[in-house]
């Protein structure tokens, strides 16, 4: 149990060296020769910045599509000869008054997949209810749960991409609740810009890349979303995202790729259809907010309003650009309902209380271990400290953001692993007693304190996972930062914490040792 390979003591200490590596670069502002330019990002509280909580406001996006279901049935009722009067659009719902012999014709078209469609839980779209000579209804709950989910899908979509414009590091966009957008930028002073920057609609356009027939002088160069290609597309506009009605990610079986299936209304389809059917082979650019999401190439003429879009996607960027081109289809106005601005200042008084209580409580647990174990008490405030820099080094590698929630975090896990510490010695004390061997009892106490050591840590990770799957934001900080320190800290005490008593045993043998 006390001895060590060469294999495993290079393990050791090479893991050690390359965490320092990683840690040494956090303490310099310009970036260091040889090292990495990677950083413990600092959260809002901590560096700074501007907090958002936005909330869609999905009335307008109800009545949207009120109207437009009212305009499908009476088209509908029309084109089968049905006579109807005193048709209504109100809140949510639709009434309208009918002759008692047009009833089962009426019923017909009202349970029509193409009216009254399925969702995924077999649920109608709408209920209708006939009282004598009228018509009620009412749209289904669910169905209404579904638009404000993906109103709010959109609208956290829409947000990424115009604050990745700006440029500003490590942005926290989360949703809350049903309907609302909490936003967290980071070292962003000024929050007007971005507000104003929210508060635009996405523009989606369909347009065609130029060929030998495009005129040279009538085009633009657009970037791609990830602003690595260039394209030239035509100013012409195919077809905007008013016309989009709703787009899905789904597969391909027959080429075993991710796509995006999508449905465009009636004028739409017809200005598609005709596009597509002159234009087979040619490049079809998505451009949203002038940038292309997406080049596909139109393969057969696509006349039924509804299409798929095929380039290789892999899941996630299927489901991505589905939403997307959902976020052009349903716009949901986004209403500032708190604002706040945290000082740098502020920050740098966290950040500044946050280390001093780091340094006090690591000053205080170093002495009381030296005091209380001599030796061994030096050897666990070694290990103590290499548990700070592999804390830090990891979070480095991981890129994360460091909240004052997870500077708490980390001095939790310095009285962990102090406890850790203690309880391996005290075993120690009591196997001294029954064993004359000193190395047998350091071998047995090591031993027979491990089972303890990983329930009491096994525990503590289960609580941070819980913490990090339920909570957010800076819950979340801490959930990190504590599970992290949790495995550095079963590391240091149990592994290399050993290696140096080891080590000190071997070097007094045949003197009496004591803690």
Known sequence: MLHFS??????????????LFFFVPNFFNKKLPLFPDQKVN???????GSYLLLEVDSKPLFEQKLQIKSYEIRKKLRSERVFYKNF??????IKFKFKQEDLSKIKSILSSKDINSVDTKGSNQF????????????????????LEKNALEQSLEIIRSRIDEVGTKEP?????????????????????????????????TFRFLINKESSKSDFDKLKSKNKLDTYDVEKRVILSGENLVDAQPGFDNINNASVVNFKLDGFGAKKFAYATKNNVGRNLAIVLDDEVVSAPVIRDAITTGNGQISGGFTVKEANDLAILLRSGALPAPLKIIEERTVGPDLGKESIEKGIMSLIIGFCLVVVYMIYNYRVFGLFANISLLINLVLILSVLTILEATLTLPGIAGIILTVGMAVDANVLIYERIKEELVEE?????????????????LLDANITTLIAAFVLYFIGSGPIKGFAITLAIGVITSVFTTYTLGRVFVSYYIKSKKGEEIKI
Request: charged share 20%; no cysteine.
């Open 42 to 48: 600092l959260g809002l509280d901590l560096q700074g």
């Open 436 to 452: 004359k061997t000193s190395l047998v009892a350091f071998d047995n106490g090591y031993r027979r304190a491990l089972t303890t």
């Open 6 to 19: 060469k294999l495993k003591l290079f393990s050791i200490f090479f893991l050690i060296i390359i965490s």
């Open 172 to 204: 926290t966009i989360l949703a809350q609740g049903s309907n609302r957008i909490l936003v967290e930028l980071p070292g962003l002073k000024d929050p007007s810009g971005i507000k104003n920057l929210i508060g635009k609609t996405a523009k989606l």
């Open 127 to 146: 209920l209708f209810n006939i009282n004598n000579d009228q018509i009620t209804l009412n749209f289904n709950d669910g169905y209404f749960d579904l």
């Open 88 to 93: 209504e659009v109100s809140e949510s719902k």
